[in-house]
Every structure is written in structure tokens, then in C-alpha cells.
């Protein structure tokens, strides 16, 4: 037995490597298309007559079926009762429908006017344009199917390499997607400039995400075979999910640190992606064309440096530590962006720089560590768990900063002419939102050493090297 299971798919370096970069890429895919609209938010403004308030309903509009359906929880039951490869499969189907409404509605086909929802006297949707609610609704299709295929691909990965380089792997397959954000903040203004059409960068996206179904699916055939091999080796199948499992997972307070650290990380990064463009142009008074290359910096750095941190939680361990690390840089950053005198280019470059630094740490040490406290058969349950809880974050932040912005920090209205139309951009004050985003950090930094303690009594070994001697 023992010659058989080394000779298995998984133990060939090369083939689970090459795995990796199937699975990576579709990820690249898929975090291009969330983020492309970013860099568009003033011609958002000004093509489709939005307010920052209906941007913001825009971008939250990402975990609106996560959260209140319970999507993401479903998703995760349906990864470990059927699988990685029919999971991936249904969740790449399900991106493309969102990203087609999304274009449908921005590509002006929405006539204008605006929706708003009231249920008695308590107002859900104040009035929003059309175009927003229907966009909106089609990025929360994307989002279920976007999350789903997150926890999938975690899951796939920690498979191939459990006992190996798992936080290196784990961190470059993350690194990879963060190219896809980059190209979302380069790409988009030139294609509009070309195209003088905002719904541009969904239809590339679209075509790129066709290509990652086909990628992925190149993997299904590598993962059957695994698991031909594996059943060969007289190497037992995992015990099958059940539904009382969920309740295991809850009562595990391990779990619930790693979740709400979480959701307070990306809250504090992945709105302020959303908002960092707008907020570049307008504090450190640089031009659109070129605004968009400066959060960029964020991905590429992460890129580099997301690996390299999981390398070394992989032989030292430290990944509580890690965390702890990551999140007090992140106060930091978001605290000396609230300094409305910290306004030249450098800065701005230097800060991002340090931001990607800090996205860098915290994911190359906490989804290795999901996978020390929660057995395989429960994990992509746990992992949907964990996404369920930092959709609120991305659902709630950005709406929390759209609806900020436009109460309390309008400092004035600028005329342009944009291909030969008139428009009235608002200019606006970042420094009580980027106060927000460094509050959720500063709560994070609690929740990081709340998990130290509790691996110290439980004896997890987050602090302990992932890669088996």
C-alpha cells in the first residue's frame, strides 16, 4: 500500500503544481470581472446618472444572496456532498449569468427612472436608479457563484497539498486571483476610452471567464484520476458530510475567531478597492487615467508577497502571529490615509504599497489554518461558513460607505464635459471613511490575539509548521 500511495497523482510534484495553476487561473478570471467596474466609479456617475449612495448599493449588491438566502451556506453543503469538480463547474455557470444581467442593466439597456423599497414605515431602498438596483442584482448572482467557486478551489487546493506546501499554495493560488484584481484596475478606463461604452470591461470579462470554465474543467479530469488512484492505494474515502455537522463546526470557537477576523479584514480592503480610485483622483488630485494604477500596486504587491509569506508559515508556523501582524499594519495604513495633510503622490504609492503588505500576511496564514481545526469532509461547509460571514462585510461596508460619503462629505461639485456631455461630479472627503476602515482593523487586532490564546488551550498547532517532516 505505502508504494502505491507514493506514486499517486498528488505526490508528483509537478502534477499537483500544475493543478494549482488550473485552478489559479480560473480564479484570475473570476476576481477580474468583480472588480472591473472600480475603476469606472465617476463615469458610473456621470454616464448613468448615479449618486455615490447608488454605487454603493451597487458594489453591495455582491453578497446580497449570500447573506440573506443563505447561498454561500448551501454552497458550502453542496461542495461536501458533491464534490469539487461539479461545484466548480456549477459555480463558473452561475458567474456568467450574473456578469450578463450586470451587462444588461449598465450597457443602458434599464431605462432610466428610479426603484425604491419600504416595508410600513421602514425604508429599505431609499430611490435608486434602475440601472443600479437591476446591476446590483445580477452581481448578486455573480457573488453566489463567485463564492461558491472560492471555497471550492480553497478545498481543491488544501486536497493536493495537505501535508505539504499548503500556505504556499494556498497563497499563490490567492496571489493569482489578486493578478485578475490588478488587471480590473489597469484595464477598464482604457477600454473605455476606446470603446466610449462603460460596459466594456464586463463583455472582456465574460470571455475570460469562459476560458476559465475551460481550464477547470481540464482539472475535473486530473482530480477523477486522483481519486481512481486513491481508491486503488485502498485509501478510504472521507466520511460523508452530514447536516448535524454544521452545528460541530459553530461550536468550535477556534472557527468563530478566524470568521469574524475575517470579515473585519476584507471589509477594511476589499471596499475600500472599490472606493480607492475616486479617492486617488479626488485627495491626492491625480488624473483618472492614471488613478487606477495606484491601487494596483495593492494586488501585485500582494502577488509577490502572498506566497512568500505562505512559504514561511509553512516551515516556521507562526500563522496566529502572522495574523496579529497583518491586521496592526492595516490600522496603521487606513489611519495615515484619514490625514487629510498626507496628500502627495509618494504617500499615496508608499501607503498601498504597505496595504498589500498587510493583505499579504493575513490570508497566507488564516485559510491554512481553517484547515488545522475543521476536518476535510467538513471544510468546504466551514470555508462557506466563514465566506457567509465576510459577505456581510462586503454586502453592508460598502453601502455603510456610499450612504457616508454622500451625508457627510460632499466639499463641492465639479462641472466636466466628457464627450461632449455635461456632467456634475461631486467631490467628496475620505477621512471619515477611511477612520471606518481602520476601526475594523483595530477590532481585528483583538480577534487575532483571541485566537493565539485559544490555539495555546486547544493545541491546533496554527503556530507549528504546516509541511509534514
Same mark, same amino acid.
Given at each position: 500500500?505505502?508504494?502505491?500511495?507514493?506514486?499517486?497523482?498528488?505526490?508528483?510534484?509537478?502534477?499537483? *503544481?500544475?493543478?494549482?495553476?488550473?485552478?489559479?487561473?480560473?480564479?484570475? %478570471?473570476?476576481?477580474?470581472?468583480?472588480?472591473?467596474?472600480?475603476?469606472?466609479?465617476?463615469?458610473?456617475?456621470?454616464?448613468?446618472?448615479?449618486?455615490?449612495?447608488?454605487?454603493?448599493?451597487?458594489?453591495?449588491?455582491?453578497?446580497?444572496? #449570500?447573506?440573506?438566502? $443563505?447561498?454561500?451556506?448551501?454552497?458550502?453543503?453542496?461542495?461536501?456532498?458533491? !464534490?469539487?469538480?461539479?461545484?466548480?463547474?456549477?459555480?463558473?455557470?452561475?458567474?456568467?449569468?450574473?456578469?450578463?444581467?450586470?451587462?444588461?442593466?449598465?450597457?443602458?439597456?434599464?431605462?432610466?427612472?428610479?426603484?425604491?423599497?419600504?416595508?410600513?414605515?421602514?425604508?429599505?431602498?431609499?430611490?435608486?436608479?434602475?440601472?443600479?438596483?437591476?446591476?446590483?442584482?445580477?452581481?448578486?448572482?455573480?457573488?453566489?457563484?463567485?463564492?461558491?467557486?472560492?471555497?471550492?478551489?480553497? &478545498?481543491?487546493?488544501?486536497?493536493?497539498?495537505?501535508? &505539504?506546501?499548503?500556505? $504556499?499554495?494556498?497563497?499563490? #493560488?490567492?496571489?493569482?486571483?489578486?493578478?485578475?484584481?490588478?488587471?480590473?484596475?489597469?484595464?477598464?478606463?482604457?477600454?473605455?476610452?476606446?470603446?466610449?461604452?462603460?460596459?466594456?470591461?464586463?463583455?472582456?470579462?465574460?470571455?475570460?471567464?469562459?476560458?476559465?470554465?475551460?481550464?477547470?474543467?481540464?482539472?475535473?479530469?486530473?482530480?477523477?484520476?486522483?481519486?481512481?488512484?486513491?481508491?486503488?492505494?485502498?485509501?478510504?474515502?472521507?466520511? &460523508?458530510?452530514? @447536516?448535524?455537522?454544521?452545528?460541530?463546526?459553530?461550536?468550535?470557537?477556534?472557527?468563530?475567531?478566524?470568521?469574524?477576523?475575517?470579515?473585519?479584514?476584507?471589509?477594511?480592503?476589499?471596499?475600500?478597492?472599490?472606493?480607492?480610485?475616486?479617492?486617488?483622483?479626488?485627495?491626492?488630485?491625480?488624473?483618472?487615467?492614471?488613478? !487606477?494604477?495606484?491601487?494596483?500596486?495593492?494586488? @501585485?504587491?500582494?502577488?509577490?508577497?502572498?506566497? $512568500? @509569506? +505562505?512559504?514561511?508559515?509553512? &516551515?516556521? !508556523?507562526?500563522?496566529?502571529?502572522?495574523?496579529?501582524?497583518?491586521?496592526?499594519?492595516?490600522?496603521?495604513?487606513?489611519?495615515?490615509?484619514?490625514?487629510?495633510?498626507?496628500?502627495?503622490?509618494?504617500?499615496?504609492?508608499?501607503?498601498?504599497?504597505?496595504?498589500?503588505?498587510?493583505?499579504?500576511?493575513?490570508?497566507?496564514?488564516? *485559510?491554512?489554518?481553517?484547515?488545522?481545526?475543521?476536518?476535510?469532509?467538513?471544510?468546504?461547509?466551514?470555508?462557506?461558513?466563514?465566506?457567509?460571514?465576510?459577505? *456581510?462585510?462586503?454586502?453592508?461596508?460598502?453601502?455603510?460607505?456610499?450612504?457616508?460619503?454622500?451625508?457627510? %462629505?460632499?466639499?463641492?461639485?465639479?462641472?466636466?464635459?466628457?464627450?461632449?456631455?455635461?456632467?456634475?461630479?461631486?467631490?467628496?472627503?475620505?477621512?471619515?471613511?477611511?477612520?471606518?476602515?481602520?476601526?475594523?482593523?483595530?477590532?481585528?487586532?483583538?480577534?487575532?490575539?483571541?485566537?493565539?490564546?485559544?490555539?495555546?488551550?486547544?493545541?491546533? +498547532?496554527?503556530?507549528?509548521?504546516?509541511?509534514?517532516?
Amino acid at each position: 500500500m505505502t508504494e502505491k500511495i507514493s506514486t499517486s497523482l498528488r505526490d508528483s510534484k509537478s502534477a499537483r *503544481w500544475f493543478v494549482l495553476i488550473l485552478v489559479s487561473f480560473t480564479m484570475l %478570471c473570476m476576481y477580474y470581472l468583480t472588480d472591473a467596474m472600480a475603476p469606472l466609479q465617476e463615469k458610473l456617475q456621470g454616464n448613468l446618472h448615479w449618486s455615490a449612495s447608488d454605487y454603493g448599493l451597487f458594489t453591495s449588491g455582491y453578497g446580497w444572496f #449570500n447573506v440573506f438566502l $443563505l447561498m454561500l451556506i448551501f454552497s458550502g453543503m453542496i461542495l461536501d456532498k458533491l !464534490g469539487t469538480r461539479f461545484t466548480g463547474i456549477l459555480a463558473i455557470s452561475i458567474m456568467l449569468i450574473g456578469a450578463f444581467i450586470k451587462y444588461w442593466a449598465i450597457s443602458s439597456h434599464i431605462g432610466e427612472g428610479t426603484y425604491e423599497l419600504s416595508i410600513g414605515s421602514w425604508q429599505i431602498i431609499g430611490p435608486t436608479a434602475k440601472s443600479a438596483v437591476i446591476a446590483g442584482l445580477g452581481f448578486g448572482v455573480f457573488g453566489v457563484g463567485c463564492e461558491m467557486f472560492g471555497i471550492s478551489a480553497n &478545498k481543491a487546493v488544501v486536497r493536493w497539498f495537505r501535508g &505539504k506546501e499548503m500556505a $504556499l499554495a494556498i497563497g499563490l #493560488n490567492t496571489s493569482t486571483g489578486r493578478i485578475g484584481t490588478a488587471l480590473a484596475m489597469f484595464t477598464p478606463l482604457p477600454l473605455y476610452n476606446l470603446t466610449k461604452d462603460v460596459s466594456t470591461p464586463i463583455i472582456v470579462a465574460m470571455m475570460l471567464l469562459c476560458l476559465g470554465l475551460l481550464v477547470f474543467i481540464f482539472f475535473t479530469f486530473m482530480d477523477k484520476r486522483l481519486d481512481k488512484e486513491e481508491t486503488a492505494a485502498g485509501i478510504q474515502a472521507e466520511e &460523508k458530510f452530514k @447536516f448535524s455537522d454544521v452545528g460541530e463546526i459553530a461550536k468550535n470557537r477556534a472557527f468563530w475567531y478566524i470568521a469574524i477576523l475575517c470579515v473585519l479584514f476584507y471589509s477594511a480592503v476589499f471596499p475600500f478597492i472599490k472606493f480607492a480610485t475616486n479617492l486617488i483622483v479626488q485627495k491626492f488630485e491625480v488624473s483618472d487615467s492614471f488613478a !487606477g494604477y495606484i491601487p494596483a500596486l495593492l494586488p @501585485f504587491s500582494a502577488l509577490l508577497l502572498t506566497p $512568500l @509569506f +505562505g512559504g514561511i508559515s509553512d &516551515k516556521k !508556523g507562526k500563522a496566529a502571529t502572522i495574523m496579529i501582524i497583518g491586521s496592526i499594519l492595516l490600522v496603521f495604513v487606513h489611519l495615515l490615509f484619514s490625514i487629510p495633510s498626507l496628500n502627495s503622490l509618494p504617500v499615496a504609492i508608499g501607503l498601498i504599497m504597505l496595504l498589500g503588505i498587510a493583505f499579504s500576511l493575513v490570508p497566507s496564514a488564516m *485559510w491554512p489554518s481553517v484547515a488545522k481545526i475543521i476536518p476535510h469532509n467538513k471544510l468546504g461547509t466551514a470555508y462557506a461558513m466563514i465566506f457567509w460571514v465576510q459577505n *456581510w462585510g462586503l454586502m453592508g461596508v460598502p453601502l455603510l460607505i456610499g450612504t457616508v460619503l454622500e451625508k457627510y %462629505c460632499i466639499t463641492g461639485t465639479v462641472t466636466k464635459v466628457v464627450d461632449g456631455t455635461t456632467q456634475h461630479i461631486s467631490q467628496y472627503n475620505y477621512t471619515i471613511p477611511m477612520l471606518i476602515f481602520a476601526c475594523f482593523g483595530l477590532i481585528g487586532i483583538v480577534f487575532a490575539f483571541l485566537l493565539k490564546k485559544e490555539d495555546k488551550r486547544k493545541g491546533y +498547532g496554527l503556530e507549528m509548521p504546516n509541511v509534514k517532516s
